[in-house]
C-alpha cells in the first residue's frame, strides 16, 4: 500500500485531456513540492514535473501539474499514442522521513 | 553529456554480496545527491536512500535502513549500492537517481537506465 494515492489506470483517446490524481496527507504533499515522473514501457523513469508544477526543459507545455492542500493533480493535454505510460507523484514524507511515491497509474490511450 | 551510467546486470545465489555502481559524467558530482530506487518486478517505484557527494552525508529510507549500505567514492564520480547477504526478494531493478539541492523539495532530474538483479537459487 503507496503512501501517495494514485488511480491504477486511466485512458482516454487521442487529442483528448487526462487529469491523475495523487492524494496524500499534511505530512507529505500537504507541506512539501511534489513531482511526477514518466515511465515509458521499459525504459527507466523521466521527471516531468518538479515543484508541483514546473517543467525541466525539453518537456512540452501539455504536462501541467498543480497541487491544493494533500492532494497533487498530473494533466496530459493533446493525448499522444507515445504518452502511453505509467506515471508516478513523489515527494518527502516529513514522518517518514523518507521520500515516498505513489502506486503508479497506467495511462493508455484509446 | 549529463548521465549516469549503471553497471551491469547481475545474477546471485541467497546469501550472497553484491555491490552495483552509478558513475556520473557532465556535471559537476560533488553538488548533487545521489540515491537509489527500486522497482521490483511488475510493481511500483521505492525509494531507498540517498548520498551528499559534498559530505557524504547518507539517509535512507526505514524500509531500508540497515538491509543495505550506500556509499560514494568522489574521485571517481560513482555511488554504490551494496547488500551483504542477497534475498530472493532483493530481484528488482535497481536505479539511480539524481537530486538538485537547488530544487525546493526532493525530486529526481537525472536517472539512471537501471541494473537488473536477479536472485535466484
Keep these: 500500500q503507496s503512501v501517495l494515492t494514485q488511480p491504477p489506470s486511466m485512458s482516454a483517446a487521442p487529442g483528448q485531456k487526462v487529469t491523475i490524481s495523487c492524494s496524500g496527507s499534511s505530512s507529505n504533499i500537504g507541506n512539501n513540492a511534489v513531482s511526477w515522473y514518466q515511465q515509458l514501457p521499459g525504459t527507466a523513469p523521466k521527471l516531468l514535473i518538479y515543484e508541483n508544477n514546473k517543467r525541466p526543459s525539453g518537456i512540452p507545455d501539455r504536462f501541467s501539474g498543480s497541487k491544493s492542500d494533500t492532494s497533487a493533480t498530473l494533466g496530459i493535454a493533446g493525448l499522444q499514442t507515445g504518452d502511453e505510460a505509467d506515471y508516478y507523484c513523489g515527494t518527502w514524507d516529513t514522518s517518514l522521513s523518507a521520500v515516498v511515491f505513489g502506486g503508479g497509474t497506467k495511462v493508455t490511450v484509446l | ?121
Design chain 2, 1 to 121: 553529456e549529463v548521465q549516469l551510467v549503471q553497471s551491469g546486470a547481475e545474477v546471485k545465489k541467497p546469501g550472497e554480496s553484491l555491490t552495483i555502481s552509478c558513475k556520473g559524467s557532465g556535471y559537476s558530482f560533488s553538488n548533487y545527491w545521489i540515491g537509489w530506487v527500486r522497482q521490483m518486478p511488475g510493481k511500483g517505484l521505492e525509494w531507498m536512500g540517498i548520498i551528499y557527494f559534498g559530505d557524504s552525508e547518507t539517509r535512507y529510507s526505514p524500509s531500508f535502513q540497515g538491509q543495505v549500505t550506500i556509499s560514494a567514492d568522489k574521485s571517481i564520480s560513482t555511488a554504490f549500492l551494496h547488500w551483504s547477504s542477497l534475498k530472493a526478494s532483493d530481484t528488482a531493478i535497481y536505479y539511480c537517481v539524481r537530486h538538485d539541492p537547488d530544487y525546493r523539495g526532493w525530486c529526481f532530474d537525472l536517472w539512471g537506465r537501471g541494473t537488473l538483479v536477479t536472485v535466484s537459487s
